[in-house]
């Protein structure tokens, strides 16, 4: 069976929501999905001062966990246009399996918040794309699958790069319905291609 990794970092919650979607649209293909997420690097003194909530209830990942799937889905914020320090330390600590190769071929996804809708959502898996390169993996973006994708009546996060969610400055604003089925397609577009991958 096709296994996917969904692998978040959150700090308020908004990536975690919308995973939940993304992990409901894998499933329903039937794929295998592993849930993680990346460990926290900030003490809990400045997290406290951050008000950030106490971390989910998800298992962290291991670098060494890795290869065991057979695609990934990555969720995090962003953080003036590229990926926070904590998911950026982690990929950093992968060196060893790019030396092994074991990523190669392997498709890889990503999911992402900001706090604005101009906030660098696209950027974000731009910048990236360096880490998808060296690994030789497979970028897979969302493309347009959703109607919602077009809706200009409201602020309705994620793009052609991948589903997302606009949190505010101050984190006010949930994930909305529409970004959650943006969220659950990602997940079902996902798993057809990496179904076919690892056929």
Do not use: C
């Not at 001062?49 to 962290?60: E, F, G, S, W, Y």
């Amino acid at each position: 069976m096709v296994k996917i990794f969904v692998i978040t970092y959150s700090t308020y919650g908004h990536i975690n929501k919308v995973a939940e979607s993304v992990v409901k649209g894998l499933e329903k293909t039937g794929v295998e999905v592993g849930r993680y997420q990346i460990a926290e690097t900030l003490s809990d003194e400045i997290l406290t001062k951050l008000h950030a909530p106490p971390k989910a209830d998800i298992p962290v990942i291991d670098v060494a966990t890795l290869p065991e799937a057979d695609g990934y889905l990555f969720g995090f914020p962003t953080r003036y246009g590229t990926a926070p320090a904590q998911v950026k330390t982690f990929f950093d600590a992968t060196g060893g399996l790019w030396q092994k190769n074991a990523l190669y071929g392997k498709p890889i996804g990503f999911f992402f918040s900001t706090a604005s809708q101009h906030g660098g959502q696209e950027v974000t898996v731009l910048s990236s794309l360096p880490i998808v390169a060296h690994h030789g993996m497979i970028y897979v973006p969302l493309g347009y699958p959703s109607a919602h994708m077009f809706d200009n009546s409201e602020v309705v996060g994620g793009s052609a790069w991948g589903s997302g969610t606009v949190a505010n400055g101050d984190g006010s604003r949930q994930p909305t319905e529409k970004e959650l089925e943006i969220a659950e397609v990602q997940g079902e577009k996902f798993a057809a291609v990496a179904s076919k991958l690892a056929a």
